[in-house]
């Protein structure tokens, strides 16, 4: 897959991770809840998990073969999206001292 592609799926599914986090917390709070920390309905932690699934997928053929269970490829999109999500976060606090979430 060349690169343009990647970005563009990027993109698509930062875009629809935007979507999805807004809508869920918009109808918990019952009041408008725009998510993420840039400007713009974007949420690249959902692009980058999905790129970086894809990329992995590649190099780990049993995953895109279907030789897999169903079952470990869910242990390992979770364990990967709790990886990305506590990296992401510590990042942004190293970055911007702020935090965004907190799961205390």
């Not at 935007?18 to 998510?35: F, H, P």
């Not at 992401?88 to 965004?100: A, D, G, Q, Y």
Request: with cysteine.
């Amino acid at each position: 897959m060349i690169l343009s592609q990647y970005f563009v799926e990027f993109i698509f599914y930062s875009f629809l991770g935007w979507v999805w986090e807004s809508v869920y917390c918009t109808i918990r709070e019952k009041a408008w809840q725009d998510r993420g920390f840039l400007f713009g309905p974007i949420c690249p932690i959902y692009g980058a998990s999905v790129v970086a699934v894809m990329i992995l997928s590649r190099f780990v053929p049993q995953i895109s073969s279907g030789a897999m269970p169903a079952w470990g490829i869910f242990l390992i999109c979770m364990a990967g999206s709790a990886v990305a999500e506590y990296a992401t976060s510590w990042v942004l606090e190293k970055r911007f001292h702020m935090r965004w979430w907190d799961y205390s």
